[in-house]
């Protein structure tokens, strides 16, 4: 299906997206006006994952992003909580763009919902809503969370389509080449980007390397060669790669924080998390507040906090 939509300037834009997508964003908004949370169709869920696949093949590893979007990260497999942003800060579309940087899964008890909810929009929007890779988008990870066992309602193959559709995900982005996104943290294997950009997609071993590193790191969980072990260190650690990238700071979630948001490295890193009272493995909730970041066109960072 073609629709003509308008982008940021008022131009026509052209977007191609499949006929049987509005039908499925119907049914994942329904939520929104009350209704209850119903887990999709086997087959929609299944054409989702086949058509975002090939959305991210279609992109790099490493995103090139304009100022104007909005950033997001952990929502954990609650749904609520990915709604209410949408309602705060614009639903999906030229004049709302996004950036997700990972864990869209997790304990929360509707981690399928929200996985289709940001497929459905990355396919509708292609060029306005952007997804990385997190550190639960990974065989391990999703085979001990709740995805896994929502999986099993359908067949366990289904849990295999998500993982194979992980392994395609883009793994970082660059607003404005300024900012530097990721969901963990760096690495001290990483010298440049060409080596996220060369890497293989069709692979989920991340025990060691590159890629555990960018999903999994945060500044105290590197390397022995690579381990700050204070702010002083953390901060030489992030400058080094800023200075080196021509880069300002860089914006990563991963971590649970208490006010949603935090700084660190004298203010070089900000960690993200979205989701409210993130729910844990065992149903406990942290009593965090969800926090995201809107990134004008300046880039100043402007925040909105549950």
Known sequence: MDADISDTNGEPVIVDYPEWLPSVLDFLLAARFGGPVVQ??????????????????????????????????????????LLRIFKRSGYPGPAANYVFLGNY??????????????????????ENFFLLRGSHETAQMSRNGRIYDQCKRYDTYLWSTFVDLFNCMPVAAKIQDKIFCVHGGLSPNLLSME???????????????????????????CTVEWKPQDEAGEFEVVSRFLQKHDME??????????????????????????????????????????????????????????
């Open 40 to 81: 999709p169709p086997e087959q929609d869920i299944i054409n989702l994952c086949t058509e975002a696949k090939k959305m991210f093949l279609a992109q790099p590893m490493v995103l090139e992003l304009t100022g104007g979007v909005n950033v997001v990260s952990d929502i954990n497999g609650q749904y609520a909580d």
């Open 249 to 306: 700071f860089i914006v990563r979630g991963h971590d649970i924080v208490d006010a949603g948001y935090e700084f660190s490295a004298r203010r070089h890193v900000l960690t993200l998390c979205s989701a409210a009272d993130v729910v844990a493995e065992d149903g406990s909730k942290a009593a965090n507040t969800g926090a995201i970041v809107r990134v004008d066109e300046s880039l100043r960072c402007h925040f909105e906090v549950r």
């Open 105 to 126: 899964i997790g304990y929360g008890a509707e981690s399928m919902e929200v996985l289709c909810l940001v497929l459905a929009y990355k396919i509708r929007y292609p």
């Open 195 to 221: 080596q996220i950009l060369r890497r293989a997609r069709t692979t989920d071993k991340f025990g060691t390397g590159l890629l555990r590193d960018l999903l999994w790191n945060t500044f105290d969980r």
